[in-house]
C-alpha cells in the first residue's frame, strides 16, 4: 500500500509538471503552485518562524504552508535555520538563490498593478508593503530624498532608507527615524496607495505619526500607481 500511494504521489507530481525546457516553464515548475511565490515574498526581508508567515498570509492552511515550505526547501530555495540562544524553535529562510528573486518578484508586481482588476485595498501584510515600495519606486521622483522613514506594523519593525533615488527596507528599529508611521499595513497602504489623508487615519486612530509630519505626507505622494491598462474594446 506504501508503494502505491508512493507512486501516485510521484506520478501527480510528474503531471503538474511543465516538462517544457523553457526557462520560464521550469519557474512555474519551482514557484508556480498556489501561495508558493507568496510563501517566498514573506521571507524576502528576512527569516520568519512558521507561525509568522502563516499570520500573514490570511487563507493558508497549515498544511499547505508545510508543503510550500517543503518544495521551496528541495528545489534549493529555502533554508530551515535554529534560533540561537536564547531563543528556541526554528524560523525558515531564503538562500541565496531564492534572495535573487526579488527584482523578478518586483518586476512582476509592477506589470500587475495595471491591472483593471488589482485591488490595492485588499490585505497587505508588513513584508509586501516594505517590498512594494522598492518595486513602485522611481528614481526620477525620489532622487532629491534623504531620509530614514521608519514603521511599527504590528508585531513587526521596518526601517526605509532613501537615498540617491534608491528605496532599501530592512527589518529592525525604527528608533532615530526622520518619521515613523504606525499602525496595520493597511493604513498605510490606504495612505500611499489609496489616497486616504493622513488626518483621516490619524483620526480614526488606525495611524500614529511621530516626527516630521511633512515628510510623511511627501512620503505618501512617493509611489502613485500606473495608469490601468485599456480593456479589450474599451
Known sequence: MELENLTESLHASSRRRYEDGCGTAHALDLIGERWALLVMRELMLGPKRFSDIRADLPGISANTLTQRLEGAEKAGLVLREKLPPPASGQVYGL????????????????????????????????????????????????????????????RENYLLTAKDGMIRAVRGDPAGADVIFEGAPGAVAAAVYGGVPLAALEGEGALKIEGDRALAAHFTTLFPLPPKAPRPGA
Open 95 to 154: 538562500t541565496e538563490w531564492g534572495y535573487q528573486l526579488l527584482p523578478v518578484m518586483g518586476a512582476l508586481g509592477r506589470w500587475a498593478v495595471r491591472s483593471p482588476g488589482h485591488d490595492p485595498s485588499q490585505h497587505f501584510s508588513a513584508v509586501s508593503l516594505m517590498l512594494s515600495f522598492m518595486a513602485m519606486n522611481q528614481p526620477a521622483v525620489t532622487g532629491p530624498l534623504d531620509a530614514r522613514i521608519g514603521f511599527r506594523l504590528g
